[in-house]
């Protein structure tokens, strides 16, 4: 698992990669922790290369987006169908804004 | 067609787990959505295994099988952790707010959500859990 970080406007965009499971996810979520504790608080995650995910990558969605919801949101873009699934499953599908492109992602923030 | 794995209580392992589900469901010829939620069951049920499963610091090794025959593919684990049937749990509340979203039970209700059928039983020092998902 890796991801990548980028800043457009207030907006940050978090790519990850690979596999998000009981091993990986805390290593993620350490890294989500000092983006949210610098102030960010209007997140994008890209999962597009996204290959697995358990409850434990659920959760570190799950805590960014309670952390950020007074002031912030998060959204999510690029879902593979298997992964659709598992979030479908978990009911997240009704608790986070999903976009179909980054371009739809950002465009949540300014309406 | 039947396959069987040993590992240790540490969440490093989950990578060869992973490769070791992979490399079976490639020779079992299993859809690649059902290779996908084996693993999700491995790895929601030996994280549990391996993060609250043990009282001592010592190594322990937990064993895994998954067997296909015509339509059934199964999973047995079985480890010498404290007795527990982690498919009692009762499952969160998956239609509350996000606000009320609690962060924990998400694993066993994925488990029980892609099997179809499970039987647990302790045997001695051993959790023995057996999981079935029928294809198609």
Not at chain 1, 1 to 11: D, V
Not at chain 2, 1 to 30: H, P
Not at chain 2, 42 to 49: G, H, R, S
Not at chain 2, 73 to 81: A, P, Q, R, W
Request: proline letters at 3%; a negative charge.
């Amino acid at each position: 698992m890796e991801w990548t970080e980028k800043k457009i406007s207030e907006i940050v965009v978090v790519s990850v990669n690979g596999r998000l499971d009981g091993a990986t996810s805390p290593v993620f979520d350490q890294g989500l922790q000092i983006l949210l504790n610098a102030g960010e608080h209007k997140i994008v995650f890209d999962i597009t290369q996204l290959e697995y995910i358990s409850s434990a990558g659920l959760r570190v969605f799950l805590n960014t987006a309670k952390k950020v919801q007074k002031s912030g949101k998060v959204v999510l873009f690029g879902i593979k169908p298997h992964i659709r699934e598992v979030l479908s499953i978990a009911g997240f599908d009704t608790i986070f804004s999903i976009a179909e492109s980054e371009e739809d992602a950002i465009a949540v923030f300014q309406n | 067609m039947v396959s069987s794995i040993t590992i240790q209580n540490d969440l490093k392992e989950l990578t060869r787990l992973a490769e070791f589900v992979d490399c079976f469901g490639e020779q079992a010829e299993l859809p690649l959505k059902v290779i996908f939620e084996l693993n999700l069951c491995l790895d929601e049920l030996i994280t549990n295994v391996v993060s609250y499963g043990y009282t001592d610091q010592e190594i322990h090794t937990i064993e895994i099988t998954i067997h296909k025959e015509s339509d059934i593919v199964s999973l047995k684990i079985i480890d010498d952790g404290i007795s527990f049937n982690p498919l009692t749990k009762t499952p969160p509340d998956t239609t509350l707010p996000l606000e009320e979203r609690q962060l924990g039970g998400l694993g066993i209700h994925l488990v029980k959500s892609v099997m179809s059928d499970y039987e647990y039983q302790r045997d001695g020092v051993n959790n023995i859990l057996k999981l079935f998902k029928r294809l198609n």
